[in-house]
């Protein structure tokens, strides 16, 4: 049995969504996306400005996450501080 011939990966260009949503969850095709990828059947393809996309959307998510965490009157004292 002959077999089968090698292929070379598939480039795929990412956004910040597939890569968050897939980042995010363990199901769903932005997931599966990312897999393809980490076992090279895809070659996927970052810009810059979907790298800082997800930076700013992953530093806004953490922030919420921390502030919903924190007990009113650190709320307020964080609220009133400088940024």
Known sequence: ?????????????????????????????????LVLGEIVLLHLVLPEAAVEEVRRNLSAMAYETIYQRLDPPERRRLAQEPH
């Open 1 to 33: 049995m002959a077999r089968p011939e090698k292929t070379d990966p598939v480039p795929v260009c990412l956004d910040a969504d597939v890569l968050i949503a897939g980042l995010l969850s363990c199901t769903g095709a932005s997931h599966a996306i």
